[in-house]
């Protein structure tokens, strides 16, 4: 099993930016694919970005492409989301997820969440 835990959340100005990161812990080599949801208050939970095993692919919802960027340091087991230009419509929750290596776009761990606001 892994255990993925999310920090670097906060509040933070409209134009501003922060840096979110997942460490995993456990099976990490059970850990494929890594990606990053978010759920804003009365939304569904949406896609933000995904990342290959071996870092070399990314993906991104269009709302946040230019401004995020997603990568990983599989020697420490973490990935990282790098947000800037932030917008108020960015704020939520945000939670790091990776897939288990049975299908892609299956993701088998979660971690607890971090909310990220952004004031106008």
């Known amino acids: 099993q892994v255990q993925l835990v999310e920090s670097g959340g906060g509040l933070v100005q409209a134009g501003g930016s922060l840096r979110l990161s997942c460490e995993a812990s456990?099976?990490?080599?059970?850990?494929?694919?890594m990606a990053w949801f978010r759920q804003a208050p009365g939304k569904e939970r949406e896609f933000v970005a995904r990342?290959?095993?071996?870092?070399?692919?990314?993906f991104y919802v269009d709302s946040v492409k230019g401004r995020f960027t997603i990568s990983r340091d599989n020697a420490e087991n973490t990935v990282y989301l790098q947000m800037n230009s932030l917008k108020p419509e960015d704020t939520a929750v945000y939670y790091c997820?990776?897939?288990?290596?049975?299908?892609?776009?299956?993701?088998?761990?979660w971690g607890q969440g971090t909310q990220v606001t952004v004031s106008s």
């Open positions: 456990g099976r990490t080599f059970n850990m494929y694919a």
């Open positions: 997820a990776a897939e288990g290596g049975v299908r892609r776009y299956q993701y088998d761990y």
């Open positions: 990342i290959s095993r071996s870092g070399g692919s990314t």
